[in-house]
């Protein structure tokens, strides 16, 4: 079945340092990959999508490029703040099942 | 804006115990997810619907029933609660359930099973 795999599962950065968090996947067919962001105490928010082969996601200076060749679609900031510090979830959508399948989730914090 | 309540935001039961869980969407959205999230494995899909007296198996789904009776409103219900299913339950709706749409999500049930 399909899966997405989030090789990090917690990243610890200073204030204007530059932030990538590793998202590969594996899907039949043509997955649309998204990014998602959960600050404490609420629910995940979108943060951005791609559904083709190199197109840019981007979103409150993240960004993502969908590579079909590696099957990756990684999360870069390139200067990350301190309200940036949350859960970064990756995420599949498949037209063959109607439904997403999440990576295991990112905790991202960021010391001022 | 979207906008996806639940109620309650915790909840503490016995084992054996009967919970119910609801959401309600205003955002007129045809598709309705619940889901589980733990350490360790993310998000996971429960049940989803596509529409009021529609259900759909999701990933995990042993252990809970689901009901959607109109559009807005989608339940998850524990019959017999077990200490496994301690965990923080997330409702989510989409205009599109074909994988390609952006989901938004309620604040989140904090559910204890003693």
């Known amino acids: 079945g399909d899966s997405v795999t989030q090789t990090e599962g917690q990243v610890a950065l200073s204030e204007e340092d530059f932030l990538t968090i590793h998202c590969n996947y594996s899907?039949?067919?043509?997955?649309?990959l998204f990014w998602y962001v959960q600050y404490p105490g609420e629910g995940p928010q979108f943060l951005f999508r791609a559904s083709r082969d190199k197109e840019k996601g981007s979103s409150r200076g993240f960004e993502a490029t969908y590579d079909k060749g590696t099957t990756s679609f990684h999360l870069r900031k390139a200067s990350v703040q301190e309200s940036d510090s949350a859960v970064y979830y990756c995420?599949?959508?498949?037209?063959?099942?109607?439904?997403?399948?999440f990576g295991a989730g990112t905790r991202l914090k960021v010391i001022a | 804006e979207a906008a996806v309540t639940q109620s309650p935001r915790n909840k503490v039961t016995v084992t054996g115990g009967n919970v119910t869980l609801s959401c309600r969407q205003t955002n007129s959205h045809n598709y309705m997810y619940w889901y589980r999230q733990d350490t360790g494995h993310g998000l996971r899909l429960i049940h989803y619907s596509y529409g009021a007296g529609n259900l759909q198996i999701g990933d995990v789904p042993d252990g809970y029933k689901a009901t959607r009776t109109t559009q807005e409103d989608f339940f998850l219900l524990l019959e017999l609660a077990s200490p496994s299913q301690t965990s923080l339950y997330f409702c989510?709706?989409?205009?599109?359930?074909?994988?390609?749409?952006?989901?938004?999500f309620g604040p989140g049930t904090r559910l204890t099973v003693l």
């Open positions: 989510a709706s989409s205009d599109e359930g074909l994988g390609y749409a952006e989901q938004f």
């Open positions: 899907a039949s067919g043509y997955p649309a």
């Open positions: 995420a599949l959508g498949n037209t063959g099942n109607y439904k997403y399948v």
